[in-house]
């Protein structure tokens, strides 16, 4: 009874994303298409990120450079080939990846596998740290992504960028991958694999006591989420036409976590609406930034001050919804102050 | 003959910009030390410290050696409140909550600094005294090369001198080794706290003008780098311990002049260097250099 009703929730929820989007697709201009784009793959991010932090209990703030790789390999597998002679004007591009032109599914699949791939040969070492020694070493991998990328010329054409990558990025690929990725986690975290990620989560001591392979399970669960966020990151290239390695600065993983924080750590619903909405304040407070003439009175905007009403809600919702969120992680363990 | 004399440019170079990560992984080891949280705004303190400094001398008829007092005093008043606002409310809460806040309060206050003090880089107003280069048997080198270390052990020995022969430095330690027992023999936890932010973002800001004296260039973003540098520093040290935070920063400052200097080639990956040598001393030693070797409690 209860698995039907919820069968049956899927199933309107399926429905009413795909009359939402044809309806967009029809009536909306450019500038909103590209909004819903951005929803799309910031949810797929949100839920990549909730699944390492939120439903594992790991504290990576990796995920710009796992965007990164996914981005630069969408750009470089799909650019045409004239392409990326114009692009790589400095050194040319190393001679495997010359000739190549491939289709926009394989190579955002290849762009999931290769963040995954990464996200094993990093989280291998790493994750066994815990909370913040974890927190400043994948930010430190992320870190050491963007400089390598800034300095591979002949693979990622360094710091000009990549330019001209084709946009296949429309409404269908973003909230499809999106749709997907709520789907594989929900089927995730139904399994004995998610049991195991939030008995991780709750108790790491307990959870290794009851039999669960720590080691196995936390870098099943970071490779997942590198996988999307890859998978993300490609959707972004594809979306906007031009990368370069400071667009993947932390400044990026911060926004992916506000959307986790805002959408409750471990919850996939909230998530996805948090995501939304971010991403519309995003679009929406963008007038704080800027100056606005209505005729008469001009408003000056201040530059930063998005950012600032950004990290006010963040550092609010933390403090006010402290009691709510992470109750059941309070153990002696993992509170502030460990003996 | 030239070969040494340009060792001891890189030397001196390497050492001064030690002192600098040294001080400001200062103020992350102590508030580890005592509440276990990373103070991801810790960077953006020290840019508060250089801007308020780089106001008071331009703005105020106040000479610059009083500003240079006056700005890392009001620096170390801003770190208090930003533990009240952003880290009280939470304490005793889990990790992670914290770890949020903090990252929150660092974004926070390097975009209030683009707000308040626009994007633009400015130039530091470095005093004449600081400012003139001096030859020493064919080195050539600025004398704020030198005056940096120097600050930097008189500091470190006043703050020595501070945690381990006063009353508050000793509540201080006891509350870094068992917080719970600490508060329980009449501590005022809340004070000492307040003292630990307050010399952490103090040192910070003393760090930030001298930084600013070494590299004249001012931007609201400037301490993210330095900030994250000096983590490391205190992270390859041993996180909580003093000497440690000194020692790393000594590693990693000589470390980076020394990959800039004789691998030219890699000079790009400078800013990986810090990076690279964080995950190496947290795989190998993760307890740090100093540090105390944590077992882990059932």
Same mark, same amino acid.
């Given at each position: ?26 009536? /909306? ?149 999106? /749709? ?153 363990? /993992? ?5 | ?15 001064? @910009? ?29 840019? @508060? ?22 700005a890392p005093l009001l620096t170390g008043f801003?770190?208090?409140? @930003? ?55 064919? +080195? ?118 020394m990959l800039v200097a004789f691998l030219p080639r890699l000079s790009g990956y400078r800013d990986?260097?810090?990076? +690279? @040598? ?21």
């Amino acid at each position: 009874m209860r698995e039907k009703s919820k069968t049956h929730v899927t199933l309107i929820i399926l429905v009413l994303t795909i009359l939402g989007l044809f309806l967009a697709n029809r009536y /909306l201009d450019a500038y909103k298409i590209r909004i819903i784009n951005l929803s799309g793959i910031y949810v797929t991010l949100g839920l990549s990120m909730n699944l390492i932090n939120g439903m594992t209990g790991m504290f990576s703030l990796g995920h710009a450079g796992f965007m990164a790789i996914g981005a630069y390999t969408v750009g470089i597998l799909t650019m045409p080939v004239s392409m990326k002679q114009m692009n790589f004007f400095m050194q040319p591009i190393v001679p495997f990846l010359a000739n190549v032109e491939w289709g926009f599914l394989p190579a955002l699949l290849a762009a999931g596998l290769i963040a995954a791939l990464f996200g094993v040969l990093i989280g291998a070492p790493v994750l066994r740290l815990t909370d913040d020694y974890l927190a400043i070493a994948t930010l430190g991998f992320a870190e050491i992504i963007r400089v390598v990328f800034t300095n591979t010329q002949s693979l990622t054409n360094g710091a000009l960028g990549l330019k001209g990558i084709p946009n296949y990025t429309n409404t269908w690929w973003s909230w499809g991958v999106a /749709l997907v990725t709520m789907w594989f986690i929900s089927f995730l975290m139904k399994g004995t694999y998610g049991k195991a990620f939030l008995a991780i989560r709750e108790d790491e001591v307990a959870a290794r006591a009851m039999g669960i392979n720590l080691f196995k399970h936390k870098v099943m669960s970071f490779s997942f989420g590198c996988f999307f966020a890859g998978v993300a990151g490609g959707l972004m290239a594809a979306l906007l036409g031009t990368i370069d390695p400071n667009m993947f600065r932390i400044t990026l993983t911060f926004n992916i976590l506000l959307i986790v924080v805002l959408g409750g750590l471990g919850k996939i619903g909230g998530t996805v609406i948090a995501a939304v909405v971010v991403t519309v304040m995003m679009e929406a407070l963008r007038f704080l930034d800027e100056s606005i003439d209505l005729g008469l009175v001009q408003i000056k905007g201040i530059p930063g001050m998005r950012m600032v009403v950004f990290s006010i809600i963040l550092i609010f919702v933390v403090i006010v919804r402290e009691k709510g969120f992470l109750k059941r992680t309070k153990g002696r363990e /993992l509170t502030y102050v460990k003996n | 003959m030239g070969d040494v004399s340009i060792f001891l440019q890189h030397l001196t170079n390497g050492i001064s @910009l030690g002192s600098l990560y040294a001080l400001i992984a200062i103020g992350y080891t102590m508030v580890y030390g005592i509440l276990r949280l990373i103070n991801f705004a810790h960077g953006d303190i020290f840019m @508060l410290g250089v801007y308020l400094t780089f106001y008071g001398v331009i703005y105020t008829p106040l000479p610059w050696w009083l500003v240079f007092i006056l700005a890392p005093l009001l620096t170390g008043f801003i770190g208090i409140l @930003l533990e009240k606002v952003a880290y009280k409310p939470l304490r005793g809460s889990a990790r992670i909550t914290i770890l949020i806040s903090a990252i929150g309060a660092s974004f926070l206050l390097q975009n209030l600094g683009i707000v308040i003090f626009g994007g633009r880089p400015r130039a530091f107003p470095v005093p004449q005294l600081l400012n003139h280069v001096i030859k020493l048997g064919g +080195v050539s080198i600025n004398v704020v090369t030198f005056i940096i270390p120097a600050v930097s052990i008189l500091l470190l020995i006043g703050l020595t001198y501070f945690t381990t022969k006063t009353k508050t430095g000793l509540a201080m330690r006891a509350l870094s080794k068992d917080y719970e027992t600490a508060s329980l023999m009449g501590i005022d936890i809340n004070r000492i706290i307040s003292i630990t932010f307050f010399m952490g973002s103090f040192l910070a800001a003393i760090g930030g003008i001298l930084w600013g004296s070494r590299y004249p260039q001012l931007m609201p973003l400037m301490g993210a780098m330095p900030g994250l540098k000096s983590f490391i520093a205190a992270v390859v040290g041993g996180i909580g311990n003093i000497t440690g935070a000194v020692i790393g920063g000594f590693i990693l400052g000589l470390g980076e002049i020394m990959l800039v200097a004789f691998l030219p080639r890699l000079s790009g990956y400078r800013d990986a260097f810090a990076f +690279v @040598l964080l995950i190496i001393i947290l795989l190998v030693k993760p307890s740090g250099l100093m540090g105390n070797k944590v077992t882990e409690k059932v």
